[in-house]
């Protein structure tokens, strides 16, 4: 038995005449799942978007720890939040109430606050 959050997968919406649903593609194998249930799809959106939350906020946290840290790491940081951002307005706004969305916006704006801003002195 294959375990949901073992499927490593893209997401991706599907416009039928019954109505809209999120397909999981699992590319490795011609696996396709869509899924129509309301309910279902959020609680798979609030999953994903938590676990790129959590590993976006050890990211950020390893940054301000380390000595390290140098701009191109600071603005990578900062690309995978915009990277999140974009998913939620484009591809999973459809699904998400407008309390949830702007919580998540929220969410990334705090991480942003948080990442350190590293000037680079080269040549000066």
């Given amino acids: 038995m294959i375990k949901l959050e073992d ?16 397909t999981l593609n699992k ?43 140098t701009e191109s790491d600071t603005t990578l940081a900062f690309l995978k939040i915009e990277d999140l951002k974009n998913k939620l307005l484009n591809k999973y706004f459809k699904f998400l109430n407008p309390q949830l969305l702007d919580k998540y916006l929220n969410m990334l704006m705090f991480l942003e606050t948080k990442i350190p801003i590293i000037e680079n002195h080269r040549g000066r």
Avoid: A, H, P
């Fill in 27 to 69: 590319k490795s194998q011609d696996l396709k799942v869509t899924i129509y249930d309301e309910n279902e799809i959020i609680k798979l959106i609030e999953d994903n978007f938590n676990k790129k939350y959590r590993s976006l906020l050890y990211i950020i946290m390893s940054l301000n720890e380390s000595e390290d840290t």
């Fill in 7 to 22: 499927v490593k997968c893209d997401f991706k919406i599907v416009d039928m005449e019954e109505g809209e649903g999120l």
